[in-house]
T-cell receptor
Framework: SAVISQKPSRDICQRGTSLTIQCQVDSQVTMMFWYRQQPGQSLTLIATANQGSEATYESGFVIDKFPISRPNLTFSTLTVSNMSPEDSSIYLC???????????FGPGTRLTVT | QKEVEQNSGPLSVPEGAIASLNCTYSDRGSQSFFWYRQYSGKSPELIMFIYSNGDKEDGRFTAQLNKASQYVSLLIRDSQPSDSATYLCAVSSNTGKLIFGQGTTLQVKP
């Protein structure tokens, strides 16, 4: 199984600012994903982070709001831009060795926007 | 119709009993099926995965898959208070993306 770390673990940010979340995997993986989990809710997929190309976003999520980078097979970042209180949530990255294989999650980043 | 459905619970069982958690999915093209355990304030932890029809056992956990009925379940034998958590069913299609159910909260009472 992959071991995944995220930074920061939590942050409190002001409205209108941006925050970049980092995700590091301890081994090379084919697939990396970003999810959001709002209080009391299940996980919602934001996008698939593609190595060397633009991320693939799910309905309701756009690149201008959630730009994603994936420069190599072990690292990805998610930026939450121009934040509003509605962006307060837990953001999770996950990784999978290959398509359809098990996905493992990082510890999450708890974001509060004031 | 939701893509992956679970009973939100709470499901309450006494310590030592068998807990049975159920999940149905709508996409017949789904190929991989996962159960995650999530403790409050923590991220999801993968506890079982199953790809083929039938049963798969790992310790106290058994995953059961019936593709014809579009049904996947998780049995926890000899339930312990430490098993109290939210259990998330997730289904993956050929894109690799996971679709999660809403989760079932399990309470194991001593």
């Amino acid at each position: 199984s992959a071991v995944i770390s995220q930074k920061p673990s939590r942050d409190i940010c002001q409205r209108g600012t941006s925050l970049t979340i980092q995700c590091q995997v301890d081994s090379q993986v084919t697939m990396m994903f970003w999810y959001r989990q709002q209080p009391g809710q299940s996980l919602t997929l934001i996008a698939t982070a593609n190595q060397g190309s633009e991320a693939t976003y799910e309905s309701g999520f756009v690149i201008d709001k959630f730009p994603i980078s994936r420069p190599n097979l072990t690292f990805s970042t998610l930026t939450v831009s121009n934040m509003s209180p509605e962006d307060s949530s837990i953001y999770l990255c996950s990784a999978s060795a290959s398509l359809g294989y098990e996905q493992y999650f990082g510890p999450g980043t708890r974001l509060t926007v004031t | 119709q939701k893509e992956v459905e679970q009973n939100s619970g709470p499901l309450s069982v006494p310590e030592g009993a068998i807990a049975s958690l159920n999940c149905t999915y709508s996409d017949r093209g789904s190929q991989s099926f996962f159960w995650y355990r999530q403790y409050s304030g923590k991220s999801p932890e993968l506890i079982m995965f199953i790809y083929s029809n039938g049963d798969k056992e790992d310790g106290r956990f058994t995953a059961q898959l019936n593709k014809a009925s579009q049904y996947v379940s998780l049995l926890i034998r000899d339930s312990q208070p430490s098993d109290s958590a939210t259990y998330l069913c997730a289904v993956s299609s050929n894109t690799g993306k996971l679709i999660f159910g809403q989760g079932t909260t399990l309470q194991v009472k001593p």
